[in-house]
């Protein structure tokens, strides 16, 4: 079993950054791949970014050079920079480990871009 606990999230004025951490526990394995997902009120839940345990990431087209997704295997923790934050970018952020077929899941943690 696999629980993750997110930490990091907050209010910031729009252009400013926030960093969202993730720490895994349970057994995490090499075909894990950790990233982070938002909803915004109203919309479906969406795909961020994540990173495979080699390193390789995949981003959003909205946020690919703002945000960065990074990963410590040896601590099982993953990371999202987000720099320059846009009102848009407000949301849930969720923290997610995808094992196969297998989804799961933090509790999340808010973001709010203020204009």
């Known amino acids: 079993q696999v629980q993750l606990v997110e930490s990091g999230g907050g209010l910031v004025q729009a252009g400013g950054s926030l960093r969202l951490s993730c720490v895994a526990s349970?057994?995490?394995?090499?075909?894990?791949?950790m990233g982070w997902y938002r909803q915004a009120p109203g919309k479906q839940r969406e795909l961020v970014g994540n990173?495979?345990?080699?390193?390789?990431?995949n981003y959003a087209d909205s946020v690919k050079g703002r945000f960065t997704v990074s990963r410590d295997n040896a601590k099982n923790t993953v990371s999202l920079q987000m720099n320059s934050l846009k009102p848009e970018d407000t949301g849930v952020y969720y923290c997610?480990?995808?094992?196969?077929?297998?989804?799961?899941w933090g509790q999340g943690t808010q973001v709010t871009v203020s204009s």
């Open positions: 997610n480990l995808k094992r196969f077929r297998n989804d799961y």
């Open positions: 990173i495979n345990s080699g390193g390789s990431t």
């Open positions: 349970g057994s995490i394995f090499g075909v894990d791949v």
